[in-house]
């Protein structure tokens, strides 16, 4: 298996990302290669560190890299030789079976959507999912993370199909519990865009088990949690806000007198626990689902172990064969409807609208 | 000044409803009254365990109660003498100026906002606001919590300004700082609601700052943060569940040997405080803002405490003369737009058929 990482997309390129690949190579056996792709002479620079000449490490020369302030929508033409885009075609060539980047989410999402894997089949959007830890240490996937603020109810259904998918095939989750995220567990309850969905996921062979409420989620009810990426994103930095927030009033509580200081000493190990939690690192990175390849999304601020950890989900994902269980997948569970839906029906003027510009361009 | 406290609101009523308003008649002097609406025999039954003869409480008799199970939209025929109706019918009347109830919020709003007190002329939603503390003790007012999980940008545009002048006459902030919540600081970002909402703010004399994401919103960026009601609902609830699950774990964790319980002793004002924090019953309750009253709705869970507080809090927006001061913001707010904003214009149908429904009704 070889999977790209790119070595210029976090906050301090190509530092963590350099060493998040050296922890994989270490970690994998010899058939894993890894390939830097990037600045050859900075990657070179942070590979001597590591005394890695004996991993299987290959470096591609990319001589640009996309910043967070870039434009996504322009990246590819003012970016031709980003390392990420590079990385992308890598897959898309067939000389790569997946790219771990933690650079501009947008940008990922415009090269791989548009420039280079492009969606599956009958995909109406690709859907950033987010793998989030709760009680007892349950992982749950949350889709949409960002990617589509502004959903149609078919959308979410496909997010809940693909999230169930990773569910099931990364995971090991045998049958995924499918929910709404809502204001509220009744029936009717939401708004517009989730009680539309709940009569897709209602009529689907999904797992599909109704609303659930953010504490339902942080009390691990489901195992794929469906937004649009409107909400995930607000909920999923509530989130971090939080668990931030928490420590840096610990923090400052704790070391305003000595016995505190002493409690806080003999709670380490519960703090690290919670901290260990709530680390969006532990886990690596958002799986982009929906396009013709492993992509997997890493937080800008990752460190070595964030990105390692990523690489580690690429290749799980990779070894179940998510992409071919998408493929398959999509075309059941849309068979599984009777009829074309009314989402579906109120789409078609969108598709025509797409079409017709594919033609004239 | 006369505050009617719903006796049948809360999830253990007459108990904690009738204790909190105790505790608000032994704080306030005798010139406020306090009218607790309800089961007369129970309510006199509670007030007998708080040797209560003396404080400024009457007692109006209501023979039934709303329940949380009960259908907001058809309570006001089939309980016709619930005591959340006649408790507002009070303040309609002006037989009383405010209104604090613990009980079935939406209920709540139909019942003030078609049945009774009715909207503010030139209000197109009442919205709930919610007070939540942010780091260094700030208040922030956060609308919509609920009431309006479909959101338009006029009407979003109308919480900004509601809530902006509650922050300023009931929290006394002189500019108060007014925000859309967001998936990011940058112009652009948001779904299609906020970004419309966005070129409304930015067209007012509101001190409208922009977008805040959920950290900002924690960090005290702003003073006022609007969002759709159902993005509110769920960023609302994740603080709830994430604090309840932080609370949850430590304890797990803490008793798990001496030492940690030991620690856990010695950390536990910091531990207080947090809690104290987060505790929504330190606040109170939600102002309903838009409607021709003062009304506070508490939290169905909540204890003595928080219903004292919501009380406080009614007493201080009459004080202040916030439903006056609403009705001329309104106008003021609504004449500094330069003719009919786009909102406007598309809200026209509805607003036709609205108007045709009534002449047929």
Not at 9 to 34: C, I, N, T, Y
Not at 329 to 346: C, D, F, T, V
Request: aromatic residues 4%; charged residues 20%; glycine residues 8%.
């Amino acid at each position: 298996m070889r999977i790209v990482v790119d070595a210029m997309g976090s906050d301090h390129h190509p530092v963590p990302d350099v060493a998040g690949a050296v922890m994989a190579a270490r970690e994998f056996g010899k058939q894993d290669r890894l390939i830097l792709v990037g600045d050859r002479a900075r990657i070179l620079h942070e590979l001597s560190k590591h005394n890695a000449t004996n991993l299987p490490i290959e470096v591609v020369h990319a001589s640009q890299h996309v910043e967070m302030s870039d434009n996504p929508t322009r990246t590819a033409r003012q970016k031709p030789d980003s390392s990420m885009l590079v990385g992308m075609k890598l897959v898309r060539d067939g000389q790569a079976d997946a790219i771990v980047t933690a650079g501009n989410t947008g940008a990922v999402l415009t090269l791989a959507t548009l420039h280079t894997l492009r969606r599956i089949r009958g995909v109406r959007r690709p859907v950033l999912a987010s793998l989030i830890r709760v009680e007892n240490n349950q992982l749950v996937v949350m889709a949409d993370l960002g990617a589509n603020p502004d959903a149609q109810p078919e959308w979410m259904f496909q997010f809940g199909v693909m999230g169930s998918l990773y569910a099931q095939h990364v995971l090991g989750q045998p049958r995924p519990r499918v929910a709404l995220l809502s204001n509220g567990e009744e029936e009717g309850k939401g708004n517009q865009v989730v009680r539309r969905s709940a009569a897709l996921f209602a009529n689907s062979t999904l797992n599909f088990i109704g609303n659930v409420e953010p504490k339902e989620v942080l009390q691990g009810a489901a195992d794929v949690v469906v937004t649009d990426g409107f909400v995930g994103n607000i909920m999923l930095k509530t989130l971090e806000a939080v668990g931030a927030a928490f420590f840096r009033v610990m923090r400052r509580e704790l070391l305003r007198n000595p016995l505190r200081i002493l409690g806080g000493l003999l709670i380490s190990p519960v703090l690290r626990k919670i901290h260990k939690q709530i680390d969006p690192f532990e886990i690596g990175g958002a799986p982009l689902l929906g396009v013709n390849g492993v992509v997997i999304v890493s937080h800008g601020r990752s460190n070595a172990k964030g990105i390692k950890n990523a690489i580690v989900q690429a290749r799980r994902a990779v070894e179940s064969n998510l992409i071919e269980a998408i493929r398959q997948g999509l075309a059941q569970y849309i068979n599984s409807h009777e009829g074309p839906s009314p989402a579906r029906k109120l789409h078609r003027p969108y598709l025509a609208r797409r079409r017709h510009k594919r033609v004239n361009a």
